[in-house]
């Protein structure tokens, strides 16, 4: 995990000058829209790095991935199978340009909505169930047992972890895409000046949420806590 702790150290530095270059966006009155969804496009790559190298780290321990140290407590205890809900873009929209949506955008934001919805709903049923076979047979038996498996339960131990690892990065898989996928429909709906105002919304939103988050996890280190707690 040190290869992605780097690169997201990195990418946050990036993500700060995105912030700066949205916000000058925002406040142009000579911006062409060519320019806006050039500026667009760019920010949505790279949220689309961070997912591609998470998806790398997954690979490398999915467990990690669920529960990230590289997040502070607060952002984690946001995550939806590794990530943001994909719902929460829409409460972005509304904060960012709810009050100019046009009847038409609106209705189109809702047929996303509810497709959405439906997915993440099968989606979140698909992760129930594979936490839950973590507490039945042969996975769980298995579990109290460790550090006093003989060579054959060894065996079904690991075989039995890959197939949970197998089955949390698939269901990872199609959280991201769902978040990904949802992300695009919306901004496809809004206009480019729209657009650069729901990134900058984004961006601002998530950058103030980690500096609360680190703040938060810092004075509990301070006054004796772990931030986990």
Do not use: C
């Not at 997915?119 to 298995?142: C, F, H, N, W, Y």
């Not at 429909?185 to 900058?200: D, G, N, S």
Request: net charge negative; glycine share 6%; proline share 3%.
């Amino acid at each position: 995990m040190e290869a992605f702790t780097t690169f997201f150290q990195g990418w946050l530095v990036r993500q700060q000058d995105f912030l700066h270059k949205l916000l000058a966006m925002s406040r142009s009155s000579n911006a062409t829209d060519e320019q806006r969804l050039q500026l667009v496009e760019q920010v949505i790559n790279h949220y689309g790095e961070y997912y591609d190298e998470k998806l790398q780290a997954a690979n490398h321990d999915v467990f990690v991935v669920f529960s990230p140290p590289w997040l502070s407590s607060f952002e984690r205890s946001l995550l939806w199978i590794a990530g943001f809900k994909p719902a929460m873009i829409f409460e972005l929209v509304t904060g960012a340009v709810g009050h100019e949506l046009t009847a038409e955008q609106m209705e189109k934001l809702e047929v996303v909505r509810a497709a959405m919805t439906r997915k993440e709903r099968e989606i979140g049923t698909v992760m129930a169930r594979v936490q839950e076979s973590v507490a039945e047979p042969p996975l769980s038996d298995l579990v109290r047992r460790v550090g006093r498996l003989v060579d054959g339960e060894v065996t079904n131990f690991d075989t039995a972890m890959g197939e949970l690892k197998a089955a949390m990065m698939t269901v990872m898989g199609k959280a991201e895409q769902l978040r990904g996928s949802t992300f695009v429909r919306v901004v496809e709906v809004l206009t480019p000046r729209q657009a650069v105002m729901l990134l900058l919304e984004v961006t601002r939103f998530q950058v103030q949420v980690r500096r609360w988050g680190s703040e938060r996890d810092a004075r509990r280190v301070d006054f004796g806590f772990d931030s986990d707690e």
